[in-house]
């Protein structure tokens, strides 16, 4: 829940970030948190933050531009330093094409280079690729001809062989369109130049995957669908020929399990999501394999929008639906820092008379740099936030 002075903090900060886009005459004014408004050509949907290795921040958001006629969904991709200030000009992609893409996801691999996908007006998948300018250097088209629609639930680098590992659904049609076909998909592409190297497909899954597919050490590929429950799959092969149904997700008293992003590592998959309990409904940290289960987040209703694995745990970004007088709701910033065994550092939630959430978090030199998104007009706008290692933006 906010508090009064993390209320007027906010509310002054965007006030005069809108007016000026500065720190300059803020009371309190700090070095070392801020709110600032990264303005850009249409309403935003932020997706991802990362550190690149010149110190600058990369952030990728998604940007539906308004014309006369028709609207069109653009990936925005920025660098901003750690003021919060833009270090060049930001590009939207695709440049010169009359097409909507939109980004499910963003990396950064280990030589520095750039790669994001997503799809082209969800009946492709598209992947490319930029440098450290922020210049394009690969793209790269995927779609079966008898495919109606896909969905991109995320990628990795998979640093032992150097291959991207990509996986979502895709729905095929019959040639008479009577009969649709889900299926859960599975991919590699060579980094260097994206170059497709394996697509395995499966309908034996019984539902379309809810979070991306991990390969763990031993060569299996572990993912969750939700359906009656949130359920652990796993399948010995990447034909994903032999799947295994490992169990669903329980806890005492709750409903609506729903499993959100899953994080596999050497040592271990975590799990995220929601569940609703107590006619609330919360966040859970579960790991794999176990029937351990922790909620969090136990006042108001949260929602889960993105985890970023960091050294000593997890930084857990949403939103918070704040419950006002005569039944109107809000919502407010929501983060949390869990430890690598799920236990809570700190939970914040604030925010200001709008609708704002948290979208992605990244941890740098101990403190937070944060994407999140508030109402001004009719567009949703991207917010860049710096805070303390606790997710306060005062000292």
């Known amino acids: 829940m906010r508090s009064i ?10 006030t005069t970030a809108f007016a ?8 309190p004014a700090s070095r070392d948190s801020f709110i600032k408004i990264i303005k850009g050509q249409g309403s935003e949907t932020p997706l991802k933050i990362e550190q690149l290795s010149d110190q600058n921040l990369l952030v990728v958001s998604n940007t539906s531009i308004f014309q006369e006629a028709s609207t069109k969904e653009k990936i925005r991709v920025l660098k901003l330093n750690m003021a919060g200030n833009e270090v060049s000009d930001p590009k939207y992609f695709p440049e010169d094409i009359n097409q909507s893409w939109r980004a499910a996801d963003a990396i950064v691999t280990s030589d520095g280079r750039i790669i994001i996908g997503g799809t082209v007006a969800d009946t492709s998948l598209v992947f490319f690729s930029l440098n450290s300018n922020l210049q394009l250097v690969d793209t790269k088209h995927y779609k079966l001809e008898n495919a109606i ?4 639930k995320g990628f990795y680098f998979d640093e032992s062989n150097n291959k991207i590992i990509f996986s979502g659904s895709e729905i095929q049609g019959s040639e008479e369109g009577e009969e649709e076909v889900g299926y859960t998909i599975y991919g590699e592409l060579d980094s260097d130049d994206l170059s497709l190297l394996n697509v395995f497909r499966s309908e034996k899954a019984k539902e379309l995957p809810a979070t991306k597919l991990y390969r763990d050490l031993d060569g299996r590929i572990n993912w969750v669908y939700n359906s009656s429950s949130s359920t652990l799959l796993r399948s010995n092969t990447p034909q994903l020929s032999l799947i295994e149904e490992l169990g669903f997700l329980e806890f005492k008293g709750a409903t609506n399990i729903t499993t959100k992003k899953l994080i596999g590592t050497n040592e271990e998959i975590v799990l995220f999501g929601e569940l609703d309990i107590s006619s609330q409904t919360q966040l859970f940290y579960s790991k794999a394999y176990t029937s351990e289960l ?8 949260h929602q889960l929008n993105n985890v970023k694995k960091i050294e000593s745990g997890y930084l857990v970004t949403g ?6 007088e005569g039944a109107n709701s809000q919502s407010d910033f929501f983060i949390s820092r869990r430890g690598l065994n799920g236990g809570e550092v700190f939970t914040e939630t604030f925010g200001s008379d709008a609708d704002e959430e948290l979208h992605d978090a990244v941890m740098v030199n101990n403190k937070i740099y944060a994407i999140g998104s508030t109402i001004i007009g009719i567009n949703n706008t991207l917010l860049l936030l710096k805070m303390d290692e606790f997710g306060r933006l005062s000292n």
């Open 20 to 27: 000026c886009n500065t720190e300059e005459d803020l009371i």
């Open 319 to 324: 939103k918070t639906e704040i419950l006002e």
């Open 294 to 301: 922790i909620p969090f987040g136990d006042k108001g209703n």
């Open 5 to 14: 002075k993390q209320y007027i903090l906010i509310f002054t900060i965007l």
């Open 149 to 152: 629609s896909y969905e991109l």
